[in-house]
């Protein structure tokens, strides 16, 4: 399984989130592209129309669970897709800015 590190991870990275509603709306990373894991292969062509096609795609999750499946199937579609560790706990922990959709602060739940 491709992993990055969250210290890694550079502003402007493409940055896909798979969790939740609920966990999107009281905070994510600003810039990310929203696709929840239960809708993913439904929505699938969202990401190969947003994703630059030269960059990686960071899949993140709460916690690195449910980003390291929806990875897997994306290396097995051919797609370069890594697993960003610790998720968005570890983003908040480390000080990365979390929002709201409104822009406001956020928090991980």
Known sequence: ???VEVADLKDGDFLLDVREDDEWQAGH???AL???MSDFVARYGE???AAPQDARVNVI???GGRSAQVTAYLVQ???DAVNVIGGMQLWEASGKPVIRPSGDPGTVV
């Open 77 to 79: 579609q051919g797609i």
């Open 34 to 36: 929203h696709i929840p």
């Open 47 to 49: 990401l190969t129309e």
């Open 29 to 31: 990373a600003a810039g």
């Open 1 to 3: 399984m491709p992993t």
């Open 61 to 63: 999750c709460r916690s």
